[in-house]
């Protein structure tokens, strides 16, 4: 079982940079691929970034591309999500999740098996 607590988010203006964070619990969080997914009022919950065990290998969704930076602490049982020049079609609420396959691909909700609360991000234009 691995139990996922995200923070960070907030309210921002366009243009400006958040870093959320993901504290994870459970023995075997090293052994997981981690992702961030955002979720905007009326739509589905789409894939912004994974990041393999190791912190080697990174996926990201077309549109933070250059923007967000995925990474992972593995001592501290953390993964972050560095996001620069935010934008208004950034708001959602933003999801870590663990997936306990070794693909780190972008991909749909189903395919992770933990999830976190969620966390808010609301970008200002």
């Known amino acids: 079982q691995v139990q996922l607590v995200e923070s960070g988010g907030g309210l921002v203006q366009a243009g400006d940079s958040l870093r959320l964070s993901c504290a994870a619990s459970?023995?075997?969080?090293?052994?997981?691929?981690m992702g961030w997914f955002r979720q905007a009022p009326g739509k589905d919950r789409e894939f912004v970034a994974a990041?393999?065990?190791?912190?080697?290998?990174?996926s990201y969704a077309d549109s933070v591309k250059g923007r967000f930076t995925i990474a992972r602490d593995n001592v501290k049982k953390t993964v972050y999500l560095q996001m620069n020049t935010l934008k208004p079609e950034d708001t959602a609420v933003y999801y870590c999740?663990?997936?306990?396959?070794?693909?780190?691909?972008?991909?749909?909700?189903?395919?992770?098996?933990?999830w976190g609360q969620g966390t808010q991000v609301t970008v200002s234009s």
């Open positions: 459970g023995r075997t969080f090293s052994t997981y691929v």
């Open positions: 990041i393999s065990w190791g912190g080697a290998t990174t």
């Open positions: 999740a663990v997936k306990r396959s070794s693909a780190v691909v972008p991909d749909p909700p189903r395919r992770y098996d933990y």
